[in-house]
T-cell receptor, first 113, second 112 residues
Framework: AQSVTQPDIHITVSEGASLELRCNYS??????LFWYVQSPGQGLQLLLK??????LVQGIKGFEAEFKRSQSSFNLRKPSVHWSDAAEYFC???????????FGAGTRLFVKA | NAGVTQTPKFRVLKTGQSMTLLCAQD?????MYWYRQDPGMGLRLIHY???????AKGEVPDGYNVSRLKKQNFLLGLESAAPSQTSVYFC???????????FGDGTRLSIL
């Protein structure tokens, strides 16, 4: 079955440390890929997207993500986490020609001082 | 710049009651979506619309109905609320199916 997997339900990192959030998808073709962030009590906000071309994409708030076709992965990274990055992060995919976005279950990020 | 506005923000219903959630967008987007968010399950698509006057079923459509009479509005209805429909509901819009979606701040709905 087609799916998006975020293996980590929650992650805790120290402020200033680096961050990597994992995302894997199971589709035959390369889909459109997205990362969204959700702060408490708010809707989702787009961090970055990948459609084609350079496999390393830059987003807002200092985030980047790398698409690896061989691993069917689209992991999100940030070199130095700030306390304000504490939130829930969702990976999402849209199949080429499809109408629906499939979201992963989310990874909640905790940042400790 | 309002973006996507959902009303109401909170609501408590009794089992069997009906209600309508309203979503309005001011970005002239063609596509609109209704999701529900439950702990550990991400967002699940209830219904969506690819343009004014159109609606289609998503992943979990049972117990819900929708209408898109005007391009800027997408209504989600619960005809007979059930406790299993307790959730946070999000509306989103996009100008095409593969473009990023813009989300409202959600409606927290409790069914007693």
């Amino acid at each position: 079955a087609q799916s998006v997997t975020q293996p980590d339900i929650h992650i805790t990192v120290s402020e200033g440390a680096s961050l990597e959030l994992r995302c894997n998808y199971s589709y035959g073709a390369t889909p459109y890929l997205f990362w969204y962030v959700q702060s408490p009590g708010q809707g989702l906000q787009l961090l970055l997207k990948y459609f084609s071309g350079d496999t390393l994409v830059q987003g807002i708030k200092g985030f980047e993500a790398e698409f690896k076709r061989s691993q069917s992965s689209f992991n999100l990274r940030k070199p130095s986490v700030h306390w304000s990055d504490a939130a829930e992060y969702f990976c999402a995919v849209v199949l080429t020609g499809g109408f629906k976005t499939i979201f992963g279950a989310g990874t909640r990020l905790f940042v400790k001082a | 710049n309002a973006g996507v506005t959902q009303t109401p923000k909170f609501r408590v219903l009794k089992t069997g009651q009906s209600m309508t959630l309203l979503c309005a967008q001011d970005m002239n987007h063609e596509y609109m979506y209704w999701y529900r968010q439950d702990p550990g399950m991400g967002l699940r698509l209830i219904h969506y619309s690819v343009g004014e006057g159109t609606t289609a079923k998503g992943e979990v459509p049972d117990g819900y109905n929708v209408s898109r009479l005007k391009k800027q509005n997408f209504l989600l209805g619960l005809e007979s609320a059930a406790p299993s429909q307790t959730s946070v509901y999000f509306c989103a819009s996009s100008d095409y199916n593969n473009q990023p979606q813009h989300f409202g701040d959600g409606t927290r709905l409790s069914i007693l």
